[in-house]
């Protein structure tokens, strides 16, 4: 039972748009959502975060938004740059609970020149 | 930077037998964690620590175990390798609210 889920595998985006990558979540008590990048043969790297009490946190490029009714949050990247292509993931903890984050399977993120 | 490094970087080894992944951490973080990441999957935890000595099972620990006897050090052990346990393996820390991860293991189990 995957309580967090990428449904896009794959997302291929023009330098200088916005990338929109997704993230479902079913588990109710989830109260803290990151994200995380990664590129190949490297460790993930921690992008962003935002707490459940919030809807919204922007962080230069980067902004990540949260719809808790939804059960759903997004982080946008605007403007995408060729340095972004890399595979995203979401991740999802509930406080106090030793900082266990649940994953989502990825998504990969390509930026065309 | 967390200062955190895992070794070996690379390993093959044979079904059945044992293995031993070491992550090293310098900066004193009471929380680490060891993760598996396959196709498909995302990253899924295998077991974590909140103190010297103190270990809980994450969602995929069946056929590992774990020990911390220092702070900087967290090892994860395979008593007996099995295919299914080829996967890249990533050590974390907590730092705050956020998690960073070393630069990983790769474990290929023939």
């Known amino acids: 039972d995957q309580q967090v889920k990428q449904n896009s595998p794959s997302l291929s985006v023009q330098e200088g748009r916005i990338s929109i990558l997704n993230c479902d979540y079913t588990?109710?008590?989830?109260?803290?959502f990151l994200w995380y990048k990664k590129y190949p043969a490297e460790g993930p790297t921690f992008l962003i975060s935002?707490?459940?009490?919030?809807d919204k946190n922007e962080d230069g490029r980067f902004t990540v938004f949260l719809n808790k009714s939804a059960k759903h949050l997004s982080l946008h990247i605007v403007p995408s740059q060729p340095g972004d292509s890399a595979v995203y993931f979401c991740?999802?903890?509930?406080?106090?609970?030793?900082?266990?984050?649940?994953f989502g399977q990825g998504t990969e993120l390509s930026v065309k020149p | 930077d967390a200062g955190i490094t895992q070794s070996p970087r690379h390993k093959v080894t044979e079904t059945g037998t044992p293995v031993t992944l070491r992550c090293h951490q310098t900066?004193?973080?009471?929380?680490m964690y060891w993760y598996r990441q396959d196709p498909g999957h995302g990253l899924r935890l295998i077991h974590y620590?909140?103190?010297?000595?103190?270990?809980d099972k994450g969602e995929v620990s069946d056929g590992y175990s774990v020990s911390r006897s220092k702070t900087e050090d967290f090892l994860l052990t395979l008593e007996s390798a099995t295919s299914s346990q080829t996967s890249v393996y990533f050590c974390?820390?907590?730092?705050?609210?956020?998690?960073?991860f070393g630069p990983g293991t790769r474990l290929t189990v023939l």
């Open positions: 991740a999802a903890s509930v406080y106090n609970q030793g900082g266990k984050l649940i």
């Open positions: 588990n109710s008590m989830f109260d803290y």
């Open positions: 935002i707490s459940s009490i919030k």
């Open positions: 900066e004193n973080h009471r929380y």
């Open positions: 620590s909140y103190g010297v000595k103190d270990t």
């Open positions: 974390a820390i907590q730092s705050n609210n956020e998690q960073f």
